[in-house]
């Protein structure tokens, strides 16, 4: 059975930096891609960052470049998301997804339940 199970959402203030993690399970780490996307309210879901757990491979969304980093632990099949500085506008639930045979996860063919990330002004 396939899984990606995000932690680490919760209450945040402005400025804080806390830490997404994604531990997946039911498939080969190695040959997918591992991103973050989020959805705040009344707005469509976006990527936010992603890696390649084959190379490393990175990506971001301007809206967060400087400022989240993401990170992959092969050996823990585990992928995390630190966020810095964060601000109010990065409220949002936050999804794990893993796309296969790709570097940066568009269509992704799992998801995870998502956790919120509320950041108080």
Do not use: H
Not at 33 to 56: L, T
Not at 75 to 94: I, R
């Amino acid at each position: 059975e396939v899984q990606l199970v995000e932690s680490g959402g919760g209450l945040v203030q402005a400025g804080g930096s806390p830490r997404l993690s994604c531990a997946a399970s039911g498939f080969t780490f190695d040959d997918y891609a591992i991103g973050w996307f989020r959805q705040a309210p009344g707005k469509e879901r976006e990527g936010v960052s992603c890696i390649s757990s084959s190379d490393g491979s990175t990506y971001y969304a301007d809206s967060v470049k400087g400022r989240f980093t993401i990170s992959s632990d092969n050996a823990k099949n585990t992928v995390y998301l630190q966020m810095n500085s964060l601000k109010p506008e990065d409220t949002a639930v936050y999804y794990c997804a893993a796309e296969k045979g790709t570097q940066v996860a568009v269509y992704p063919d799992y998801w995870g339940q998502g956790t919120q990330v509320t950041v108080s002004s």
